[in-house]
Every structure is written in structure tokens, then in C-alpha cells.
């Protein structure tokens, strides 16, 4: 059995052909019951999706699996090519990404195998396609659970197909990237590729959303908090706000004294109103709430006494930080 690899909260006899979005206009699947059913998934983003996904099972019970698999790509193919805002695309594609990941057992399910194997192969000039394959990787991860693990091939080939759609021409399409590598990234490695890849496009990604996805994604620990932290300088007020918001949720007891005073310092000293708002009306109170509301616990976590200079700055933040919370 191949490898396993858990994921974090992540024989080629019955393989599809490897398949391109440039081939001929997909076949009509032999089985209408699975079109059928994955229509009626259109209209509820979640509804009746455990019913549906056991009615699915059983027509893949009695069907024979490269038929089911052939027709169930199909579908895949054809959704794919509707507009990324289409809602009802989008419904069929969260129902089809539970479905597969219900097979995800200790020894790889030939569905498993197969979806990933076709989703990793497929290429397209479509941006609709490219978004998403990226998307429907990304909600597989999502629906295995906390616990899910994946094959090792499959992860690397995963973390292959993505690192390429990281540089993508669309940014959509890189943001949809970052997201689908979350849980293949292993934090407590400081060599870990997928982490530096995170930091270079952090800090050259010229879109603003595939920056904040960045920041969102990160495995927080006090190897990858400086360069999150650096994106308080971020060119952007959204990217600086979402910086403070996102790490607001950070036990503030996990970050050295230096790290909350800047936080404070450039938060609410920002030129932008939003974000001294978001300092101010959601990491102020949440670092407050850590210390019990205790003010001489909470100013004395600031504190830093190595000499003069240190302490002048330590007085400055927390005086500025108290006044607001008195205010």
C-alpha cells in the first residue's frame, strides 16, 4: 500500500485516460440517473446533500466502476466550464467533492485515485476550468475531515499541479492555489516548500486577495509570525486590516513582547482608519479578554526592561493602548 501522509485542519488498470479541457465536446454520460441526481444537488447549496450522496452510492454499487467513474467525469467536465459565479455550478460541485470524499479510506479507494488523477492531469486555456479544478481540489480537502489522510503521490502531486496554478495570469486562480495547499503545508518545518512558497508570494503577489489568502493560510507559530507581521508595512490598508483581524485570534501569550508592542504600535498608528478600527474594536479586546480584563496583567505583557530605549517605548504603547480602552 502506498504511503500515507495525514493532511492538516488535507495499478493504473481502472485510471481515466489523462484528459485536457481541449479534447472534443464531452459524451453525454450512459447513465442519466447520476446526471439526474447531480442536477437535483444544483439548486441546494447544502440541503438534502447526505440523501443524495447515499442514493449516489448505491447507483456506484450497482454500476461498474470504470463506468461510473467515466460518466462521473463527465459531469465534472461539463460543470467546470460554467461561469466561477455560477451558483448552481458551484452547488453540484460542493455535492460532488463530499461524494468522493467519503471513499477516502486507509487503503486508497480507486474513486479517490481516479478523481485526483484526472483533476492533476487536466489542463485548460479556460479560466472557468482552471478556477475550477483548483476549487474542487480544495473542497475534496475540505470535506476529509480533520483527521483525513491522502496518499503521499497524491499530495505530491497535489502540491505540484498547485505550485504551477500559483502563477497563474488570474488571480482567482492563485488565490483558489493557496487555499488548496492549507493543509499539505507542514508549519514546524522551517524548510517546508510549500511555507516558502507562501512567504515569496506573500511578499510579490501583486493581488491583494492572494495576499490576505496567504496570511489566512499560514500554520501560525513563532517561526512563520515575522513574516505575517511584516505585512503591517503591506502597500494595502485591506491587507494590513486583515493582518490585524486574522492574528487578533493568536493566543496573545504565544507571541514574544516585541511582537505585541508592535502589533499595537503600528495598529494604531496606522494612517488608515480601518486599520486602527479593527486594532482598536477587535485585538485590543480580544488581548484584554486573555488577561481575564486584568489592565495590570494585560500592560504588564508589554512590558519590555532590557534598557531606556526598550522601556520609553513600552510606557508609549500601552499609555496609547489604555486611553482607547478607556475611551
Not at 209 to 234: A, C, F, Y
Not at 244 to 263: D, G, I, N
Not at 279 to 293: E, F, H
Request: proline residues 4%; contains cysteine; aromatic residues 8%.
Amino acid at each position: 500500500m502506498p504511503r500515507k501522509r495525514k493532511i492538516r485542519v488535507q495499478s493504473d488498470e481502472n485510471a481515466p485516460p489523462k484528459a485536457t479541457a481541449k479534447q472534443n465536446a464531452p459524451k453525454r454520460p450512459k447513465n442519466q440517473k447520476i446526471t439526474a441526481l447531480i442536477l437535483q444537488t444544483q439548486e441546494h447549496a447544502h440541503r438534502h446533500h447526505e440523501k443524495y450522496i447515499k442514493e449516489l452510492q448505491k447507483i456506484y454499487e450497482k454500476d461498474k466502476h470504470e463506468d461510473f467513474i467515466n460518466d462521473f467525469l463527465l459531469i465534472l467536465r461539463s460543470t467546470m466550464v460554467r461561469d466561477v459565479n455560477n451558483e448552481y455550478a458551484s452547488n453540484a460541485l460542493g455535492f460532488c467533492a463530499k461524494f468522493v470524499a467519503i471513499h477516502n479510506t486507509e487503503e486508497t479507494h480507486p474513486l479517490v485515485k481516479d478523481v485526483f488523477k484526472w483533476l492533476l492531469s487536466t489542463s485548460s486555456n479556460d479560466i472557468n476550468v482552471r478556477y475550477r479544478l483548483c476549487e474542487f481540489v480544495n473542497l475534496i480537502l475540505k470535506s476529509l475531515g480533520e483527521e483525513a489522510v491522502l496518499d503521499d503521490n497524491i499530495c505530491d502531486s497535489i502540491h505540484k499541479y498547485m505550485s504551477e496554478r500559483m502563477s497563474d495570469i488570474n488571480a482567482n486562480i492563485r488565490a483558489q492555489a493557496v487555499l488548496a495547499l492549507q493543509r499539505l503545508q507542514m508549519p514546524d518545518d522551517p524548510n517546508d516548500v510549500i511555507l516558502k512558497q507562501y512567504f515569496f508570494h506573500l511578499s510579490t503577489d501583486p493581488c491583494i486577495k492572494v495576499r490576505q489568502h496567504i496570511i489566512t493560510s499560514i500554520g501560525r507559530n513563532m517561526n512563520t509570525i515575522p513574516p505575517i507581521i511584516e505585512r503591517l508595512w503591506d502597500v494595502d490598508e485591506k491587507v494590513r486590516r486583515h493582518v490585524v483581524l486574522q492574528m487578533s485570534s493568536y493566543p496573545v501569550r504565544s507571541y514574544k513582547v516585541a511582537e505585541r508592542l508592535t502589533f499595537l504600535e503600528q495598529g494604531l498608528n496606522d494612517h488608515s482608519e480601518l486599520v486602527r478600527k479593527a486594532t482598536i474594536n477587535v485585538m485590543l479586546p480580544r488581548w484584554l479578554d486573555s488577561y481575564s480584563d486584568n489592565y495590570i496583567a494585560f500592560v504588564g505583557a508589554l512590558k519590555l526592561d532590557t534598557n531606556d530605549k526598550e522601556m520609553q517605548r513600552f510606557r508609549k504603547c500601552a499609555l496609547q493602548a489604555l486611553q482607547h480602552i478607556f475611551k
